[in-house]
């Protein structure tokens, strides 16, 4: 469950990244860009920066979540997962 809000939160974390093509308040003020200056890096590189890292903790908790259904699953239900469910025969 926590992989699950894990992935919920990167996906926030990116919409508001991404939503309308802008790169929301976060990035759009006076103080933020100082900040930066004097991080030595732009706006444009910590946007692409951060966005990169919600990318990776998404994939890492959907990579996990996958993982505990997988472990959850008993053997009958994991060798239908991997053959697919019977096929009806007429």
Known sequence: MIALSR???AL???DELTNNGHDGPWF??????AGLAALG???????????EIAVNAL???LA????AFRKSLTPEQAKEQII????AVA
Do not use: C, F, Q, Y
């Open 7 to 9: 992935a919920s939160a």
């Open 12 to 14: 926030a974390l990116l």
């Open 28 to 33: 759009n003020d006076g103080r933020t860009d």
């Open 41 to 51: 890096t732009t706006r444009t590189e910590a946007h692409e920066w951060t966005i």
């Open 59 to 61: 994939a890492g908790a």
């Open 64 to 67: 996990e979540a996958r993982e």
């Open 84 to 87: 697919g469910s019977p096929k």
